[in-house]
């Protein structure tokens, strides 16, 4: 992106919106092809001694540690240590002393969780976040098991559960072997090199440079400096800057780049790029107006019919959100320690570079495996006339007639035989190319209906 026209434009709207809404300061970042692109520290991190925030200024992320959390996850599963759909108390046996409401406690399941539809109330208990108080220990939140419980039946809506993440912080931590601070320091944090990224107690030269949190502006514009939290982790712990958070958006627009041609199992420098995809495909739709829908650890908004894979974060003293869009490989930070509508600050952000973005870059075509050339060519059916093209580095089937159906393939150990990619009706099914004697393909099998191909194969030769 060509910023030297637009960074005025950034630096303004960020500038307006920190003093349209009276906030003490912020710090925000644009990321485009991989890196960041833009960055900006408004106002102050410190209205005492007046110090201005930068790239390098910690904020409280808060629930953006949530993707963290879900990202942690992942890796246990791509491990083989769990599945998303095992029950959560196969973890924590400690949940049999659960009130499961709805259901058997079985109901809760890792999937659930980490998309807020398991139904578990909000909070830890005890929870009151207007003195602050709140139960960051999964050990002692256990031991009051009796007081957790299912407040609605799974999946009847969205139901955000910090409890819900502290119990998967808890089952990372079982499972990993070590503290899920370790675990997300050395599994996540330290591969990435977001050295200046960590949870309390931050280390001096860490500490050194975190924004002072404020409360929200009551009759005056003087601010009152946010009470000390009591320790938070798994569902919101993380203290993090503009510099690292952008290293952790290019990672999740990589897994989008980079989707083309990639190969199952591929992996990646924290977790395979189909992983990452996954996380941020949305589950289901969070409100009747279609405009929010949540995948795993990660919410989708449609803002001004661009769907913006995003999450927020919210303690006493700060507001954060980061943001990107796949398809444009544009992202955006926004950490204020104030309070102020984050998801806004970073969306208009990320919207105004989205529209300065220049044309796509032009590739040339990646490769075809020459064992994929003889299988390419139309194929008939009883009603239905496609063709197998190589598009986008993907064996793709193409019907003129219905350009949304495009189905592509997977290749497996056996040359002949494909499956279905994500994104389809026909996703996960078979399909098996037959050959004539001489090896020509005569055939192929998708799903539940056998297409013939048009060229002369039956002809002699």
């Not at 829908?293 to 974060?313: D, K, L, M, T, Y």
């Not at 990646?366 to 496609?386: F, K, N, Q, S």
């Amino acid at each position: 992106m060509a910023l030297t026209s637009h960074a005025d434009d950034l630096e303004g709207f960020a500038a307006s919106f920190v003093r349209q809404n009276r906030l003490p300061g912020a710090a925000v970042g644009v990321v485009e092809g991989g890196e960041l692109v833009f960055s900006a520290g408004l106002g102050f991190a410190d209205l005492a001694t007046q110090c201005h925030p930068d790239t390098a200024t910690l904020y409280r992320i808060a629930s953006v540690t949530k993707t963290f959390t879900g990202t942690a996850i992942m890796q246990l599963r791509a491990a083989g240590q769990l599945q998303l759909d095992d029950p959560a108390v196969w973890f924590l046996p400690e949940l049999k002393g659960a009130a499961a409401r709805f259901g058997p406690i079985e109901a809760i399941t890792i999937r659930r969780l980490l998309s807020h539809e398991s139904g578990l109330r909000s909070e830890p208990p005890g929870t009151d976040w207007t003195i602050p108080r709140f139960e960051g220990d999964p050990a002692r939140t256990l031991a009051h098991v009796d007081e957790i419980a299912t407040v609605i039946p799974p999946n009847r809506q969205l139901k955000y559960s910090n409890l819900g993440y502290q119990l998967l912080g808890e089952i990372i931590a079982r499972l990993g072997g070590t503290s899920y601070t370790d675990y997300v320091s050395e599994k996540i944090l330290q591969p990435l090199g977001m050295v200046s990224t960590g949870f309390e107690p931050l280390p001096r030269h860490l500490a050194a440079r975190a924004a002072t949190g404020y409360l929200g502006r009551r009759f005056s514009d003087e601010l009152e400096v946010a009470p000390v939290m009591p320790p938070i982790f798994a569902e919101g712990g993380l203290w993090s800057c503009v510099e690292d958070l952008s290293r952790w958006i290019c990672l999740q627009l990589d897994a989008h780049r980079n989707a083309v041609g990639d190969s199952p199992g591929t992996e990646g420098p924290v977790l395979r790029a189909e992983d990452l995809r996954e996380m941020h495909r949305p589950r289901y739709l969070a409100d009747d107006e279609w405009t929010s829908a949540w995948g795993i650890s990660w919410r989708a908004v449609r803002r001004n019919e661009v769907i913006w894979i995003q999450h927020s974060g919210s303690l006493p003293g700060y507001r954060t959100n980061v943001c990107f869009e796949p398809r444009s490989g544009i992202g955006a930070i926004a950490l204020i320690n104030g309070v102020g509508d984050s998801a806004e600050l970073a969306m208009g952000l990320a919207s105004i570079a989205r529209d300065a973005a220049r044309a796509p870059e032009l590739k040339p075509p990646l490769a075809m495996p020459p064992r994929y050339r003889p299988l390419l060519g139309v194929y008939r059916g009883l009603d239905i006339v496609v063709a197998l093209e190589w598009r986008d580095g993907k064996l793709t089937f193409v019907n003129q007639e219905d350009p949304t159906w495009r189905p592509t393939l997977v290749a497996t150990d056996d040359e002949d035989t494909f499956v279905v990619d994500l994104g389809c009706r026909e996703s996960g099914e078979p399909v098996t190319f037959e050959r004539l004697a001489d090896d020509r393909v005569a055939s192929v099998h998708l799903t539940a209906y056998t297409l013939r191909r048009q060229d002369d194969v039956t002809a002699g030769g």
